[in-house]
């Protein structure tokens, strides 16, 4: 699953106890594990090897510049959706020709830079978009390849703010509509539109979503390749699971043993988006207990990070496995997430001290005993974990720390009032 395991009665990080790390770097703090994310880098690729595919990490999902160069190295292209993700990648060193860049929203800015930068594929999102494009590359009298995204209407089952196709999501255009969109523009030269670009959700723990949504997306490739358009890229997008709250999320292997088959033999590039999957599992959250409160029966650890510093669970309700760093002498768990269970444990509502009732990371969660200055982790936190991060309430943010073996850097300082206040003082 990862490199985070007990030893010795306490949590390591690879070869370094994580005590150790924040000792130095102090708390709250984001511990990444390299070996983890290029293991499941490694396992993505490995697992599609049949259909040769250019693994485009989802920058969004963590997008520290040392990670992203460290997974650039690796051979990774990324899936940017902003000018800011796009300069991230170019500064980490990303080849341009493997960058895809989605975005219900892209500025005319923001699409001069990206052709500045000669990315692979613009992902374009309605016709609107696409006619923009277009003006854009006749006027620079360049030529842009393009996606279309599609929207295959299918439920992934997952969180509402996180399934993006089905019908009522603003991303992407309808089966229907993508067939016009060819009709109308997909003969002219500015813009190559010679992709079709899927993406339904995130997490999406099981396979079938994906197989109803390919082969829609087969069935219009192939009907538009009858109608005479050169049609040679597909993007699946992301979405693969990561776990949270057991071993919930499918490997690799299982996605690509029901993917590969469709695709194989299509004469087709194959783009994937992997962010989560490659990592959610490879950080963690580590925060101080600044507080042990009652509140009437319930024990409340209040801890020295808040949801500006990790959302989800205020977001999306989601759940991360919480467990103290060093635990009491008894409770050193073998497995993770809801795997774990233990007499003795107290049932407490992990909190933030932010301003606001929605300022948690668990609920009546079960924890051994713990004290005031206590060290806890917050798990699976390495996606959609420090870049969703805010200011509120004037709280910097969180440095973050990479793991390499047994040695460990500061990748992202922790921020201080002036650099909060920085951008004020005019
Ligand atoms: N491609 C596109 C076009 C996307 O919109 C996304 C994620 C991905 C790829 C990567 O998906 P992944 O492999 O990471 O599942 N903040 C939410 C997740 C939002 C996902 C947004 N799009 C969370 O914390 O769960």
């Not at 990670?67 to 500064?91: K, Q, Y």
């Not at 509509?177 to 009709?183: H, N, P, S």
């Not at 407490?348 to 005993?369: H, Q, S, Y």
Request: hydrophobic content about 40%; overall charge negative.
């Amino acid at each position: 699953m990862d490199h985070f395991e007990y030893r010795n009665g306490e949590l390591w990080c690879e070869e370094v106890s994580v005590s150790n790390i924040v000792e130095t770097s102090g708390t709250p703090a984001y511990i990444y594990s390299a070996a983890t994310l290029l293991e499941h880098y490694d396992r993505v690729e490995a697992a599609f090897d049949a259909l040769d595919p250019l693994i485009c990490y989802s920058i969004k999902s963590c997008s520290n510049l040392h990670i992203c160069r460290l997974l650039a190295e690796h051979g990774s292209g990324f899936d940017v959706v902003s000018g800011g993700e796009l300069v991230r990648a170019l500064e980490a060193g990303a080849d341009p020709r493997k960058i895809v860049f989605a975005g219900v929203g892209k500025t005319d800015e923001e699409i001069h830079r990206a052709i500045d930068a000669r990315i692979g594929w613009f992902n374009i999102e309605s016709e609107p978009e696409l006619e923009n494009l277009i003006d854009i590359a006749k006027s620079r009298r360049v030529n842009v390849n393009a996606a279309l995204r599609v929207n295959p209407d299918v439920d992934p089952k997952t969180h509402r703010y996180t399934t993006t196709g089905t019908r009522e999501t603003k991303f992407g255009v309808d089966l229907e509509r993508a067939r016009r969109v060819f009709d109308q523009y997909g003969r002219q030269d500015a813009v190559l539109l010679t992709g079709i670009h899927l993406h339904i959700g995130s997490p999406v723990n099981s396979v079938e979503p994906y197989v109803r949504a390919i082969t829609k997306g087969l069935d219009l490739i192939e009907s538009l390749r009858g109608d005479g358009f050169k049609i040679d890229t597909l993007d699946i997008g992301g979405g693969f699971g990561a776990h949270y709250r057991a071993s919930e999320a499918p490997p690799a292997v299982r996605y690509a043993e029901a993917i590969v088959p469709l695709l194989e033999g299509r004469n087709l590039r194959f783009i994937m988006e992997p962010g989560r999957s490659i990592a959610a599992n490879a950080g963690i959250l580590v925060a101080r207990t600044v507080y042990v409160k009652q509140s009437g029966e319930r024990q409340v650890l209040i801890v020295d990070a808040g949801m500006n510093d990790l959302i989800r669970p205020a977001l999306y309700e989601a759940y991360h496995f919480i467990w103290p760093v060093q635990p009491p002498d008894g409770f050193v768990p073998v497995g993770r997430g809801e795997d774990v269970r233990f007499p003795g444990t107290v049932q407490m509502d992990v909190v933030g001290p932010v301003c606001e009732t929605g300022d948690f990371f668990a609920k009546d969660r079960a924890l051994p005993p713990t004290q005031r200055g206590d060290l806890i982790a917050v798990f699976s936190t390495g996606a959609y974990g420090f870049v969703m991060a805010s200011h509120y309430n004037t709280r910097g943010n969180p440095p973050e720390i990479l793991v390499i073996g047994d040695s460990h850097r500061v990748i992202r300082r922790r921020e201080t009032y002036d650099d909060l206040l920085a951008a004020e003082r005019l």
